[in-house]
């Protein structure tokens, strides 16, 4: 769209904007990418992969200076 001033400034931001943000600022596609999620984390859940998901996640990081140091898993961040 054009006007006697030049291209609209929407349209230029748009035109601008990375492919990545039209994505995310789709409604539908970003539910399918939850309904894919939730049905991935089921299909996780229920396979003998869970155990293996269980170990890695309570796995501990460590973050230390000195003598000061904190830990925390996966699961808890």
């Known amino acids: 769209m054009t006007s006697i001033y030049g ?7 748009i035109e601008a904007s990375p492919p990545s943000r039209n994505v995310t600022s789709n409604g539908t596609i970003a539910a399918a990418v939850m309904v894919i999620a939730a049905l991935v984390a089921v299909a996780l859940a229920n396979s003998s992969a869970y155990e293996r998901l269980h170990e890695f996640l309570e796995v501990p990081l460590l973050l230390g200076i000195g003598s000061l140091s904190v830990s925390i898993t996966l699961r808890l961040s």
Request: proline letters at 14%.
């Open 7 to 13: 291209d609209c400034p929407v349209i230029r931001r």
